[in-house]
T-cell receptor, first 116, second 111 residues
């Protein structure tokens, strides 16, 4: 399984500002994903981060609000832009390798974001 | 639309008291069903993948089974360290790589 790290682990931000979350994988992976987990709830997929092309966003999530970069096969960033208190959540990065047919995703520890 | 429903929402057991968690799913062509464990403040930890009805997987005190409509996570003689939220997720052939997660079952084991 891949080892995934995220930075920062937590942050408290002011309304209207932006935060960039970094996700680093210890080996090359084809697919990387970004999820949001609101308190007491399950995971909701924000987007799939594609290496060498634009991210694929799920319904309800837009690039202007959640821009994503994927410069190589081991790294991705998610920016939460123009934040409001409704963006307070845990943001999780995950990764999968092609030999797993994208089935088995391994997750980072998450970034706990609080917006005041 | 692919859908996953988990029950119960929360379950409290005495140490050693076996039980089962349920995951009902609706998907157009099941590519895989997954079980994850999530501890407070951490990301989900992968446990099992099941691909077809009748399949079973085991790991320590956990055993996952799959039918055409649901999956069960059986926990035998649980210990306090098994306390966590257990998440079920499905991937359908029509959804490419997307995985749909259920809301989870919060399991608490009392010593």
């Amino acid at each position: 399984s891949a080892v995934i790290s995220q930075k920062p682990s937590r942050d408290i931000c002011q309304r209207g500002t932006s935060l960039t979350i970094q996700c680093q994988v210890d080996s090359q992976v084809t697919m990387m994903f970004w999820y949001r987990q609101q308190p007491g709830q399950s995971l909701t997929l924000i987007a799939t981060a594609n290496q060498g092309s634009e991210a694929t966003y799920e319904s309800g999530f837009v690039i202007d609000k959640f821009p994503i970069s994927r410069p190589n096969l081991t790294f991705s960033t998610l920016t939460v832009s123009n934040m409001s208190p409704e963006d307070s959540s845990i943001y999780l990065c995950s990764a999968a390798r092609p030999e797993s047919s994208y089935n088995e995703q391994f997750f980072g520890p998450g970034t706990r974001l609080t917006v005041l | 639309e692919d859908q996953v429903t988990q029950s119960p929402e929360a379950l409290r057991l005495q140490e050693g008291e076996s039980s089962s968690l349920n995951c009902s799913y609706t998907v157009s062509g099941l590519r895989g069903l997954f079980w994850y464990r999530q501890d407070p403040g951490k990301g989900p930890e992968f446990l099992f993948t099941l691909y077809s009805a009748g399949e079973e997987k085991e790991k320590e005190r956990l055993k996952a089974t799959l039918t055409k409509k649901e999956s069960f996570l059986h926990i035998t003689a649980p210990k306090p360290e098994d306390s966590a939220t257990y998440l079920c997720a499905v991937q359908g052939y029509s959804s490419a790589s997307k995985i749909i997660f259920g809301s989870g079952t919060r399991l608490s084991i009392r010593p």
